[in-house]
T-cell receptor, first 115, second 116 residues
Framework: QKEVEQDPGPLSVPEGAIVSLNCTYS??????FMWYRQYSRKGPELLMYTYSSGNKEDGRFTAQVDKSSKYISLFIRDSQPSDSATYLC???????????????FGKGTLLTVNP | DTGVSQDPRHKITKRGQNVTFRCDPISEHNRLYWYRQTLGQGPEFLTYFQNEAQLEKSRLLSDRFSAERPKGSFSTLEIQRTEQGDSAMYLCASSLMGGGGSYEQYFGPGTRLTVT
């Protein structure tokens, strides 16, 4: 079992839709949770981060973490064509190597928002 | 405030050649990371530095790979005797170690390596 599982999609939605992106993870020691957005052939851009279970909202984006079920979500409200990108979840924290600072990425979900 | 920069952005090389990539982190950041990303996959951790000390290396980092951060500022990643399997996007990220523990990593644009 991979440490982080993410449905690769692709996911296609109409403009204005609410988008739900999800990851599951197996390492219960993960302490912090990042979401990155990556446009084609670019580096990942940090979108949201949270250090605890619960919700964190930033504009149209909400990150949700449920540590008890090891489930991470990102919600995008009023989606726009400019949101079309690959979304990567990346939990981090103590791992088998003992590092607190390594991020373990999911495969990414390719999202297309159609005008 | 400039972000993380990487050079070159693209590199095409023949199998067996050596290549070197450079990363300049955000100026006040003391941690620097290297990741590798292949098509359709998320980035995979290679190694990280705190200041000039290399504190962790992934098993992905074979003997042909070496990374340095000589003065705790920019870093270089060298691949010797490149193989076709080394073709990937090489990503650099940096973060700031703070009193509260800061884990946010900011990525550069990447260096895309093609080995022919």
């Amino acid at each position: 079992q991979k440490e982080v599982e993410q449905d690769p999609g692709p996911l296609s939605v109409p403009e204005g839709a609410i988008v739900s992106l999800n990851c599951t993870y197996s390492n219960s020691a993960f302490q912090y949770f990042m979401w990155y957005r990556q446009y084609s052939r670019k580096g990942p851009e940090l979108l949201m981060y949270t250090y605890s279970s619960g919700n964190k909202e930033d504009g149209r984006f909400t990150a949700q973490v449920d540590k008890s079920s090891k489930y991470i979500s990102l919600f995008i409200r009023d989606s726009q064509p400019s949101d079309s990108a690959t979304y990567l979840c990346a939990p981090g924290g103590p791992n088998s190597g003992g590092s607190n600072y390594k991020l373990t990425f999911g495969k990414g979900t390719l999202l297309t928002v159609n005008p | 405030d400039t972000g993380v920069s990487q050079d070159p952005r693209h590199k095409i090389t023949k199998r067996g050649q050596n290549v070197t990539f450079r990363c300049d982190p955000i100026s006040e950041h003391n941690r620097l990371y290297w990741y590798r990303q292949t098509l359709g996959q998320g980035p995979e951790f290679l190694t990280y530095f705190q200041n000039e000390a290399q504190l962790e290396k992934s098993r992905l980092l074979s003997d042909r790979f070496s990374a340095e951060r000589p003065k705790g500022s920019f870093s270089t990643l060298e691949i010797q005797r490149t193989e076709q399997g080394d073709s990937a996007m090489y990503l650099c990220a940096s973060s700031l170690m703070g009193g509260g523990g800061s884990y946010e990593q900011y990525f550069g644009p990447g260096t895309r390596l093609t080995v022919t």
